[in-house]
């Protein structure tokens, strides 16, 4: 309809010196989304570039560096057709998903990749790699993704259908991801490895042993490695400062602004949102708010009269509303400016009016509209309080028996929408950190491992709010879910470095040394995964839209405290509750 009334007032012949605009808010509505779909494409290339130039400057060490990008890709598109086939639709939350999906399946390929790497320049043939990658690898990436899932099933308790989506997006797509890295993925590099060898010695009967040859620590394991030591030698000011900044942020968070107007999250100078300002502005219009009014008899005095003297209490009263109209001004216009004592003399008059005008305010016998005129400065957060005083208002200014009254409107819906995607976000959180913790001690049967994967965890939830108050961000349609990316990406990182440092030890090496060995061979892929997440996410901040700008700060932000609590907080809780179990033990044992 925009567009065929578009095109009616270009070919239409209008006055010379006479220019018309189409505009409201569904033509705002509709260019805004349009224009979010148009600026995403060169985001997403800018953002696959980032994707490239990080994995060359932090995969060092191994080959075909760029692989894993392709095999995510993958990935993707195993979920975009999942979703197409179960009917999960593409919505603003939704959108929410990829970076989770993005960051959860590159650290997959990633801890695919770099192992069998490290098997290969060990093992006599690429068969025995292959097996040795997929009997250590594979195990502690399939644990990782059932803990994430679990959080993520916290979703589908949401009330709201597309949350609901959010979680079953997350729950196909994060396993499909899997699915490509381990049966995509490392066969893959399995054939490259295998033509390599080929090429390189041709067909001698010899192995290549010089590739064998135990390769320099990379600057990342360097980096690992130091800060490894600096943990585990000083745990306990490490865990204070942790908690501390953690209880200081949940207590922050609570004060995060929640970004509801539709109209903040595009660009100020966007066309379509200067003509409905204006619109506003010249007409002296603002947003409607209704009031849907059902009774047994619409021509019932009573209820007209209601009508009548409630629409003036709530337009001297409430200073945001401007004026009202309902079908009671043309009755009294029809009535020397009274209303008629009878349900007879009433239905009379609804006979003599135009069946174009009772048709907004009028519907069979039983359903009246009143319609309530709204100052355009409210934002959302705004209209909410205004929909709560109105519905006190209703209640004590009683209408008449056999009466129900909602209030409703577009504007109305897209606030109870935002209010139920933020509202409760802290709940869902906490029920996700708690299935996690039931999954991971039933997975392990050992409360020390269920307990440090949730500790790093819950501290870079603590840390996230802290971070959105004091750097000014909101949370916005597309950040409310945030919560389900830390507690897929943070469970995902502990749990890679807890499986390695525990294979460490198995081997005879101690707390200590198991630990320097896990951070630096594991940790140095959790970095290049965590590192092109960040990378390629950074792409949106410099977006000409709010919105992504806001979601885009807040992904690399998670991100970036994810990665400094599992090298800081889960070496110096794994370590610290460790040793404490170890006395405990020992006095026992005495």
Not at 173 to 180: H, M, R, S
Not at 539 to 550: G, K, R, Y
Request: negative net charge; aromatic residues 10%; hydrophobic residues 45%.
């Amino acid at each position: 309809m925009l567009r065929e009334t578009e095109k009616s007032v270009l070919y239409a012949d209008f006055p010379p010196a006479t220019s018309v605009v189409v505009t409201g808010e569904e033509a705002f509505s509709i260019e805004m989304k349009n224009a979010i779909r148009q600026a995403m494409p060169p985001l997403i290339g800018a953002s696959a570039i980032l994707i490239i130039i990080a994995l060359y400057m932090t995969f060092g060490g191994v080959r075909w560096r760029v692989l894993p990008i392709f095999i995510v890709g993958v990935g993707i598109i195993y979920t975009f057709g999942a979703m197409g086939y179960i009917g999960i639709p593409m919505t603003m939350v939704s959108m929410a998903a990829f970076p989770i999906l993005i960051g959860m399946g590159i650290d997959y390929t990633i801890q695919f990749h770099n192992r069998l790497e490290e098997e290969l320049s060990s093992q006599d043939s690429e068969k025995d790699a292959v097996i040795e990658t997929v009997k250590h690898t594979a195990p502690a990436i399939l644990i990782a993704y059932s803990i994430s899932a679990l959080g993520f099933v916290s979703l589908l308790t949401s009330s709201v259908p597309m949350i609901r989506d959010f979680g079953k997006m997350l729950f196909i797509g994060t396993f499909l991801c899997y699915i490509a890295a381990q049966f995509v993925g490392v066969p893959v590099i399995h054939i490259l490895a295998r033509k390599y060898k080929k090429k390189s010695f041709g067909n001698s009967p010899f192995d290549d042993k010089t590739n064998t040859k135990p390769q320099k620590p990379t600057m990342i394991e360097r980096f690992l490695d130091k800060t490894t030591v600096f943990t585990l030698n000083h745990p306990v000011p490490i865990l204070i400062i942790a908690a501390t900044l953690c209880v200081f942020g949940l207590y922050a968070d609570q004060s995060v602004p929640v970004q509801t107007d539709e109209k903040e999250f595009v660009p100020q100078d966007m066309e379509a949102l200067i003509h409905i300002d204006n619109f506003y502005k010249i007409t002296e219009r603002g947003e409607s708010v209704y009031l849907v009014i059902q009774t047994g008899d619409n021509t019932n005095p009573e209820l007209i009269k209601w009508m009548d003297s409630f629409s003036d209490y709530i337009v001297d009263s409430r200073s945001h509303v401007y004026g009202s109209r309902s079908i009671v001004s043309a009755v009294k216009s029809l009535n020397s400016g009274s209303i008629p004592d009878t349900n007879s003399e009433i239905a009379k008059i609804y006979d003599t009016i135009p069946q174009n005008q009772k048709a907004s305010y009028l519907h069979g016998n039983n359903l009246l509209m009143m319609e309530l005129s709204v100052n355009n400065d409210l934002d959302g957060e705004g209209l909410g309080n205004l929909i709560g005083h109105l519905e006190e208002d209703i209640a004590w200014y009683q209408s008449p028996p056999d009466t129900e009254i909602t209030i409703t409107g577009n504007n109305v819906v897209f606030t109870a929408i935002i209010d139920a995607l933020t509202t409760g976000r802290f709940a869902m959180t906490l029920l996700g950190v708690f299935m996690i913790f039931i999954g991971l001690l039933f997975v392990y049967k050992d409360w020390l491992k269920a307990l440090v994967p949730v500790v790093t965890m819950f501290m870079v939830i603590g840390w996230a709010g802290g971070a959105m108050y004091y750097s000014g961000l909101s949370y916005s349609p597309m950040t409310a879910t945030l919560g389900a990316m830390i507690l897929g990406i943070g469970t995902e990182y502990a749990i890679h470095i807890m499986e390695r440092y525990y294979e460490e030890k198995e081997k005879g090496a101690t707390s200590f040394e198991a630990m320097r060995e896990a951070s630096t061979k594991i940790g140095s892929a959790i970095v290049t995964s965590g590192l092109t997440t960040v990378f390629g996410f950074s792409a949106l901040i410099v977006s000409p839209f709010l919105i992504n700008q806001n979601f885009g700060m807040i992904t690399v932000l998670i991100v970036l405290l994810a990665l400094v609590s599992s090298f800081f907080v889960f070496p110096a809780t794994m370590i610290l509750l460790e040793n404490i179990r170890d006395k405990r033990k020992g006095s026992l044992d005495l």
